[in-house]
């Protein structure tokens, strides 16, 4: 894959299903100091157009990890949960995995 243009976009549920709440954001990757990853978990009425986009939290990965629990971002039924990096993320990372942690409301 190969990332051009800023912001950077990933989807990760098009659709809720339910309301929920997201109480955990685990990022891990590849990187040293160098190629640390910054962004922000995001919510919008859909992924393309990204209408009505919200900031949920950013991460920042320091040595390659970046650990949010105890948190509380609701998202309504039928909503976008997507990741909006910083920038386009460095072409040495080679592995990047987001854990989303949520419970239905």
């Known amino acids: 894959m190969t ?3 800023s912001p950077y976009n990933i989807c ?3 659709k809720t299903d339910a309301a929920i709440t997201i109480t955990g954001i685990d990022v891990t990757c590849n990187a040293d100091p160098t190629t640390e990853l910054d ?3 995001k919510k919008a009425d859909a992924f393309i157009g990204l209408a009505n986009a919200a900031t949920l ?3 920042d990965t320091t040595s390659g990890a970046y650990s ?3 948190l509380a971002y609701q998202v309504a039924s039928g ?3 997507y990741i909006s990096f910083d920038a ?3 072409s040495a990372l080679k592995s990047i995995s987001f854990d ?3 419970d239905y409301d």
């Open 57 to 59: 939290g950013a991460f």
């Open 68 to 70: 949010g629990s105890s």
């Open 88 to 90: 386009v993320p460095e």
């Open 3 to 5: 990332a051009v243009g």
């Open 12 to 14: 990760i549920w098009p």
């Open 39 to 41: 962004g922000n978990l």
């Open 100 to 102: 989303v942690t949520y």
């Open 79 to 81: 909503k976008c949960v």
